[in-house]
């Protein structure tokens, strides 16, 4: 019989798509499958509809626990997984049927500790369409030698978001030791980049990836509330956590100095974040915002990214737009982002949408 595999699945707050992702998992090709449904505390009928599932299929376990978040609940699985092969799937997404036995396949033929593929970006409004998103990888497996060639563009290639594995942990199939040896390393309270710093840690214990090229067998569901909607006052504080835990995890390896990428992985989360502040902030006037993006980037972490940042494969957009923060010109930059998601989104000035319906 084949190795079994854990696919833990968080629950929390998605009872009118949590079937949808349930079933797509009982209806892999796959046989040997463990489910573990982590309800994280969840108020709505979540609970009900994760025991329904347990009652009905015996592969399916529920564990119910404490609100905790995102992290909390998938390093609950992995410590009731009773499978040597973990995999992670979200409850507001899916998979394709023969996801996790092309994964097995490869981790096998590879002798590899774990198997990537990609995945697809699906958005509930149907003027957007799929975007795909997968590994900055050649080669169909690295060695141990042949990583350590990938450290100095692992987490950084020179570019703006330039990270060369894909760090979703959805999109992988993970030897277990991986994971449990490093479930202390990974900071329950970092709720951006939770995936980076998993991943991160994982690949860095690794003997040898894998990755099935041009293969997306993921579905990650954009809701019009994620796309519209979101604006985080604290998201700066959030990534500075990320920059923080990044750094433990780098400082605890002690393989390769990860900083100065980590530092460059930092700005273009934090120039997101101004562009958050300006875009999604529809609730304080123009010169409250003009003042938070001030402070934003007079924050003394934030400074030090703009000077010393190491991105030489950035474009001349990026390049201008850190010229403004480092410089202090905050109503260039809230002009810039106005005009430029006005041009993305496709809205015009009343807030009406103006995209040309597909024929």
């Not at 400082?251 to 999604?280: C, G, H």
Request: proline share 4%.
């Amino acid at each position: 019989m084949r190795e079994k595999i854990s696919v833990i699945v968080p629950v929390y707050g998605v009872e009118n798509v949590l079937e949808r992702c349930v079933d797509s998992i009982l209806a892999q090709t796959y046989g040997n499958l463990e489910i573990l449904l982590i309800d994280d505390g969840s108020l709505d009928r979540c609970p009900a509809i994760c025991d329904d599932y347990a009652d009905r299929y015996p592969n399916v376990r529920v564990i119910h626990k404490k609100n905790g978040g995102l992290t909390s609940a998938w390093k609950e699985g992995v410590r009731h997984a009773s499978a040597d092969l973990i995999g992670f799937v979200d409850s507001d997404d899916w998979i394709e049927p023969d996801m996790y036995e092309r994964l097995w396949k490869e981790l096998e033929r590879h002798d590899a500790d774990i198997a990537m593929a990609g995945l697809v970006f699906d958005y509930e409004d149907p003027g957007y369409p799929p975007r795909r998103e997968t590994n900055q990888l050649d080669k169909e497996s690295y060695d141990r030698k042949e990583l350590r060639e990938l450290f100095p563009i692992l987490l950084n290639d020179g570019s703006f978001i330039g990270r060369t594995i894909q760090p979703s942990r959805v999109t992988k199939l993970f030897r277990k030791k991986l994971v449990e040896d490093n479930l202390a390393l990974w900071d329950e309270q970092v709720t951006v980049g939770e995936d980076l710093q998993m991943v991160f840690a994982a690949v860095l214990d690794a003997e040898k990836i894998c990755v099935i090229p041009d293969y997306y067998p993921y579905h990650y569901w954009y809701n019009l509330s994620s796309m519209t909607g979101g604006h985080d006052p604290d998201y700066l504080n959030k990534i500075k956590r990320l920059r923080q835990r990044m750094e433990t995890i780098s400082d605890t390896k002690r393989i390769y100095d990860f900083r100065p990428q980590i530092r460059n992985d930092f700005l273009s989360l934090a120039i997101m974040a101004v562009k958050n502040e300006i875009w999604r902030n529809h609730t304080d006037s123009f010169t409250g915002i003009i003042k938070n993006v001030r402070k934003m980037c007079r924050d003394e972490s934030v400074q030090e990214a703009l000077r010393c940042h190491t991105m030489n494969r950035i474009g001349l957009s990026v390049k201008i737009y850190i010229f403004m923060m480092l410089h202090g010109w905050y109503v260039p930059c809230y002009m810039v982002t106005k005009i430029f998601f006005a041009l993305y989104y496709g809205t015009l000035p009343g807030g009406r949408r103006n995209r040309v319906k597909k024929s």
